[in-house]
């Protein structure tokens, strides 16, 4: 042929340009073209733009991502080159079209990658993002519209207002993007700069103040980094999938392992995890985001557990979840914990407890009015009644709240809060109760308390003493007490007021060994001085009842070499309810090494008095203190005279305790008794002062003085 087409032979042009860039060789054709500057930039585009966007296209189902704007670019800047090339009559407002076309996308396939991978629908930087994308698209079609319908205005100063209005615009995403992924800013920043670049190059090219290499140059700057900029994302998510390709064996989770591994298994609700995963992708999209957590608890379903078994009330606790989860599926002001269901605003937590996170910037009433009709919602929302085959339960909720500006400085510790503000709801029998900062401070109070005492108990810091047991008729000492103080904040505790906070420590068996060490070392010194008088341990804690507790009595006993009928464990009727069966294994244990056993605090109850009828007990103690107060006919006075005569009656030895008044004294004489102990017999003494206060009592009262008599047991 002797003529070509200028179309074909521009095609066969860039086709050999594109050749020669990926390295093939046509050279008869290619030595006689003869290429320009802006022949060669387009087919760099070309050549460099079809493979990737072909890989954009084909992975698009693996990995989203918004492919059609990159085409769209990729036109633009061909049609740009194009103009700059062959037109000569419309070059102007061509150029500037697909230059607008070009920006407008650039704004837009930016807003897209972040809508797609960095927020959701309930963030509050959705509507400020689409709203940008749409002044983007005004503008953009109005600058095209002006240059081709309205010639007779200028065009190129349009052109700067437009290249303010996207510099300013993308100002703005730049602003928001540094809340939701500042690690992304830097590019963009430099994007920003390079489209102010072509802006101004572009204005200032029409006005002939800069040659056409430069705009060139400038504008493939600008192509070039909304490439690298745009495909970013992408290419980390290929690499990312790469990675995991390798790592999991070519396997991918199913829809449905997913979803298992993000559930409870047995409501089908998202998991705790889930929820922390949800809680902070939203507070990472904007900081001064503030939520109130709400914590729900059906105080009785643990009754469901000991009737059903937990197989069988998993099936009411998932109807319970459904009633639950359909009564706030409408709150738009509620945190949806799922990506994929809308309808999640309910999450599973640890035990029996359910979450929901009222989000406080989307209420228009006052939040605490909100969380009243939330829980008076959620508990009518429940059935009256809730079957399993023959099995009904009425479920009654209680509800705790904390708030995440308020009452925690992570995640975890503001659901813990709320859980606990739970337990003070249930405590206190109300609907909801708001978690109290001084439970916290109380805890940490509780914590100190805790190791103070572990360390006292350690180290030998408590206070022993003896509480001597008299005669009333001939002061002669009838047998002693152990009491255990410690001294916390200045004050002296008694072992009742101590004991709460040994347990919490896990220190009660220790402290339960010490008071044993204490007693055999006191009966040891009184063995000394000739005194063969018992010494009662008092056991007031179920946690004390420890199955060694007797071994270490038989080490004791082999130790000291002294008779365990010297020794009397005193039980609270309360433990011996509480914990009866480890009660009675433990006194089977105690008489077969010939230990005594003593129940104090006795007020005739059914347990102990079932002991006492199988001669299990050998003594009662009777609590007198309420006889220093009590007139005459009154009704302590007349229970302590039947607990009394209940004794006598059933021949069982007595101590009254707790007498610290000559009225609680000459009242618990009249009725009977015999033995007691209290101040006003005899003050506590210290182990350390036995000696003394032997020599000082028998010096004043040389009747008593029973030295050198064994103890008739």
């Given at each position: ?147 081709w319908l309205l010639p007779q205005i200028d065009a190129y100063l349009i052109w700067l207002v437009f290249g303010g209005a996207l510099l300013f615009i993308y100002a703005a995403y730049i602003a928001i993007l540094a809340k939701l992924a500042p690690e992304q800013v830097v590019r963009s920043v430099c994007l920003w700069l390079v489209l102010g670049v072509f802006v101004g190059v572009m204005f200032f090219y029409l006005h002939a103040r800069v040659e056409q290499d430069w705009l060139i140059i400038s504008f493939i700057a600008c192509y070039m980094m909304t490439l690298v900029n745009g495909n970013w994302g992408l290419t980390q998510q290929v690499y990312q999938l790469i ?17 298992s591994f993000t559930h409870d298994p047995a409501t089908n609700l998202p998991s705790y995890q889930q929820a922390i995963m949800r809680f902070e992708q939203l507070i990472k999209q904007n900081s001064n985001q503030s939520f109130a957590v709400v914590v729900i608890k059906p105080r009785n379903f643990e009754h469901v557990n000991r009737v059903l078994g937990h197989q069988n009330s998993d099936i009411l606790l998932l109807q319970l979840a459904y009633c639950l989860k359909r009564a706030v599926s409408q709150h738009d002001y509620l945190m949806n914990f799922d990506f994929s269901d809308v309808t999640a605003k309910l999450a599973r937590l640890p035990s029996l407890h359910f ?359």
């Amino acid at each position: 042929m002797e003529f070509l087409n200028p179309r074909s032979w521009c095609f066969s042009k860039y086709f050999s340009l594109i050749t020669i860039f990926f390295g093939f060789s046509f050279s008869a054709q290619a030595s006689e073209s003869i290429f320009s500057f802006v022949d060669f930039n387009i087919a760099f585009v070309l050549g460099l733009s079809l493979p990737i966007l072909l890989l954009s296209v084909l992975i698009r189902r693996i990995i989203p991502n918004p492919w059609w704007y990159f085409a769209g670019l990729t036109l633009s800047a061909l049609g740009f080159l194009y103009s700059l090339l062959y037109l000569s009559q419309y070059q102007a407002p061509a150029l500037l079209s697909s230059s607008t076309i070009m920006l407008t996308l650039v704004g837009l396939w930016a807003f897209a990658t972040t809508k797609m991978h960095l927020l959701d629908k309930e963030s509050e930087f959705f509507n400020s993002i689409n709203l940008g994308q749409k002044i983007l698209v005004v503008v953009g079609l109005a600058n095209i519209a002006m240059l081709w319908l309205l010639p007779q205005i200028d065009a190129y100063l349009i052109w700067l207002v437009f290249g303010g209005a996207l510099l300013f615009i993308y100002a703005a995403y730049i602003a928001i993007l540094a809340k939701l992924a500042p690690e992304q800013v830097v590019r963009s920043v430099c994007l920003w700069l390079v489209l102010g670049v072509f802006v101004g190059v572009m204005f200032f090219y029409l006005h002939a103040r800069v040659e056409q290499d430069w705009l060139i140059i400038s504008f493939i700057a600008c192509y070039m980094m909304t490439l690298v900029n745009g495909n970013w994302g992408l290419t980390q998510q290929v690499y990312q999938l790469i990675n995991d390709k390798n790592v999991d064996g070519n396997e991918q989770l199913t829809p449905e392992q997913l979803f298992s591994f993000t559930h409870d298994p047995a409501t089908n609700l998202p998991s705790y995890q889930q929820a922390i995963m949800r809680f902070e992708q939203l507070i990472k999209q904007n900081s001064n985001q503030s939520f109130a957590v709400v914590v729900i608890k059906p105080r009785n379903f643990e009754h469901v557990n000991r009737v059903l078994g937990h197989q069988n009330s998993d099936i009411l606790l998932l109807q319970l979840a459904y009633c639950l989860k359909r009564a706030v599926s409408q709150h738009d002001y509620l945190m949806n914990f799922d990506f994929s269901d809308v309808t999640a605003k309910l999450a599973r937590l640890p035990s029996l407890h359910f979450m929901l996170a009222i989000d406080l910037n989307r209420i228009d009433h006052d939040k605490e009015s909100v969380i009243s009709e939330l829980c008076r919602q959620l508990t009518i929302a429940v059935p009256p009644a809730m079957s399993f085959k023959s099995f009904s339960l009425k479920f009654e909720l209680c509800f705790g709240v904390a708030y995440t500006s308020e009452h925690g400085q992570s995640l975890h510790e503001v659901i813990a809060h709320a859980g606990d503000a739970v337990m003070e709801a249930e405590k206190n029998n109300l609907q909801w109760s708001l978690f109290n900062n001084q439970v916290s401070l109380y805890t940490e109070q509780q914590l100190l308390r805790m190791e103070r005492l572990k360390q006292d108990i350690q180290n030998d810091g408590l206070i022993w003493q003896l509480a001597p047991q008299i005669n009333i008729e001939n002061k002669q000492i009838s047998g002693f007490s152990l009491l255990a103080k410690w001294r916390d904040s200045g004050s002296l505790l008694e072992l009742d007021d101590f004991i709460e906070v040994a347990e919490q420590s896990g220190e009660v068996h220790s402290l339960s060994k010490k008071m044993l060490v204490q007693a055999f070392k006191a009966l040891f010194e009184l063995k000394k001085l000739n005194i063969y008088q018992p010494i009662g341990i008092r056991l007031s804690s179920q946690e004390l009842l420890e199955p060694d507790l007797a071994d270490f009595i038989e080490l004791q006993i082999a130790k000291y070499n002294i008779s365990a009928r010297y020794l009397i464990i005193q039980m609270s009727e309360n433990v011996m309810q509480v914990a009866c069966d480890r009660a009675k294994h433990m006194i089977d244990q105690l008489k077969s090494l010939e230990v005594r056993i003593c129940i104090s605090d006795f007020d005739g109850s059914y347990e102990s008095l079932r002991y006492i009828r199988k001669l299990s007990v050998d003594q009662l103690n009777i609590t007198c203190d309420v006889l220093s107060k009590a007139e005459s006919g009154s009704a302590e006075k007349a229970i302590i005279n039947s607990l009394i005569s209940l004794a006598r009656t059933m021949k069982m030895s007595f101590i009254g305790t707790n007498i610290h008044t000559k009225e609680a004294l000459n009242h618990y004489q009249l009725m009977g008794g015999l033995i007691g102990e209290g101040d006003v017999m005899a003050p506590n003494i210290n182990i350390s002062e036995i000696e003394d206060w032997v020599d000082n009592w028998f010096k004043s009262n040389p009747s008593a003085d029973t030295r050198n008599s064994l103890l008739d047991i």
